[in-house]
């Protein structure tokens, strides 16, 4: 009986029609990396043009801009190969500060309207960030505040450190369709940027690859760009761990990161971005009580294949990079200015005043299925906080010197459990002695 009615209720999924679906949906933006432009990213599930219809606010809603895009056909790997259309448009021409409503579909079917502001023009102002990773559609703790924080205007962009929807593969991908279904009430009002984590392994990451748009040619596997004073790169920690897809992708990446450095340290351009700032999803050090790479054995993120090839805390540390970004532990994880397990302080007083070398953040507690991941009970002696909330980190680059981190628990109802100044006079290399 059992398998009778198995098979039964097997057969409406086995024989269902194709869905004929052009409503757009996860709608969610990028930066492209130039103040005067936004990409929109959506899905639908069968072939439909590609259009946004947008003008600035205030003023009468009534859509005077269009832009047209295309979109790609993507098949989830999973054995419903469900097929589904990613849309993308760039609008450009765009009023760096100003704002805009859009619309995104086409005749055959629109979105709901949504808001942005095109990010600011030139490193004079004070970009404000929410950064976290490991965020899934079960137990998503801090979504519901994210949203309301980024629709209250409060963000310029998210940074989200990889480890996505656990996972998006999942139910034939329907877990994906879910999770950027969920995040629209942020993503469609504040550029979402992203980088890989574990997570979206399957299939050669195809899900990750086909449903975001970062900036650069590496299907958002690692790319980079400027906001304010800062230059932000976004590289996958995941090269080192997958090799079955490539093992020649570390090569590729590490190539290209240490290009992207060089680029980003000649004197015009540290001059005008000296902030240097990696996002990465598994950490170099960390404390949990866990199996993981940097808890469990040496981190591979840290130094690389054996012989030290390809091994990024060197990498990092050359080009005077100031803060690195990470996720991945399900907590909160702040470091003493750290290299090579030896910890840099500015001074006893003033630690992350003028440290003499780089500033770790490890923030994945946004909230997923996996629940929180505890700590080791004796904290390292380059730990400075360890916080076992759900929450995430509020930054704010001010200028060319200053740097705000704050922490945010949800599990407390918002309030800020951590919080440090960065201060730097000097930056690049020539910073750590
Ligand atoms: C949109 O509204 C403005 C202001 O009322 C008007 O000048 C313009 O002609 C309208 N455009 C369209 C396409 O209706
Ligand atoms: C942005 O700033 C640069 C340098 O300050 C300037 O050359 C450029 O014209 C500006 N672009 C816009 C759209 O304001
Ligand atoms: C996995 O994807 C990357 C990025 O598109 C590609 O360079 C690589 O060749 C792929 N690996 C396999 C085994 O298909
Ligand atoms: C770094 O500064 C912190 C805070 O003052 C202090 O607790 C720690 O011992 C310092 N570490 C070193 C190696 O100076
Ligand atoms: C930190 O701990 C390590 C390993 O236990 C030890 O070698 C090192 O001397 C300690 N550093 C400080 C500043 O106490
Ligand atoms: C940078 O921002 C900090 C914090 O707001 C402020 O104290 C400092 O004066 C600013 N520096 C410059 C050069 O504006
Ligand atoms: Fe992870």
Redesign the pocket.
């Given at each position: 009986m059992v398998g009778f009615f198995c098979l039964l209720l097997m057969l409406p999924e086995l024989h269902s029609a194709p869905t004929v679906w052009i409503q757009p949906e996860q709608v969610h933006l990028s930066y492209t990396g130039d103040p005067t432009s936004m990409k929109v990213t959506w899905t639908t599930f069968s072939p439909a043009p590609s259009m946004v219809e947008f003008q600035k606010v205030p003023g009468v809603e009534n859509f005077t801009e269009c832009a047209t895009g295309k979109a790609t056909k993507f098949v989830d790997g999973g054995l419903q190969q469900r097929t589904m259309y990613i849309h993308r448009v760039e609008l450009t021409r765009l009023v760096p500060g100003q704002g805009y409503v859009y619309h995104c579909g086409s005749n055959l079917g629109w979105s709901p309207k949504f808001y942005f502001v095109a990010l600011k023009n030139g490193s004079d102002w004070s970009p404000r960030f929410s950064v976290f990773g490991d965020m899934g559609n079960e137990n998503p703790q801090s979504l519901g505040r994210l949203q309301k924080e980024a629709q209250r205007g409060m963000y310029d962009v998210i940074l989200h450190v990889g480890d996505f929807a656990y996972d998006m593969d999942e139910d034939n991908a329907r877990i994906g369709d879910a999770f950027m279904r969920q995040i629209e009430s942020v993503a469609a009002y504040v550029p979402y940027m992203t980088c890989p984590g574990n997570h979206e392994e399957k299939y050669n990451f195809s899900n990750y690859r086909n449903r975001f748009s970062m900036p650069g040619n590496t299907e958002s596997l690692w790319y980079s760009w400027d906001i304010g004073s800062a230059h932000i790169i976004s590289f996958s920690t995941e090269v080192y761990f997958y090799l079955k897809y490539g093992p020649d992708l570390i090569r590729e990446q590490y190539v290209w990161l240490e290009r992207d450095l060089q680029e980003a340290s000649k004197p015009e351009n540290r001059g005008q971005r000296p902030w240097l700032i990696t996002m990465g999803h598994r950490p170099m050090y960390c404390s949990n009580n866990d199996k993981d790479d940097c808890t469990d054995h040496e981190s591979v993120v840290r130094l690389g294949l054996p012989g030290h090839v390809f091994a990024l805390e060197d990498l990092f540390y050359k080009y005077g990079v100031d803060l690195e970004l990470w996720a991945h532990e399900h907590s909160y994880e702040r470091l003493w200015p750290l290299y090579d397990?030896k910890?840099f302080n500015g001074s006893i007083e003033a630690p992350y005043t003028n440290p003499r070398a780089p500033v770790h953040i490890i923030t994945g507690s946004a909230g997923c299925r996996e629940m929180l991941d505890p700590f080791v009970p004796e904290p390292?002696?380059?730990s400075a906080v360890r916080i076992e909330d759900y929450g995430y980190t509020r930054m704010q680059i001010l200028n060319k010197t200053h740097i705000y981190l704050e922490q945010v628990s949800d599990d407390q109802d918002g309030r800020i459990v951590d919080n440090i100044w960065l201060i730097k006079e000097k930056h690049g290399p020539e910073a750590w002695h």
């Open positions: 397990y910890v390292r002696n380059w």
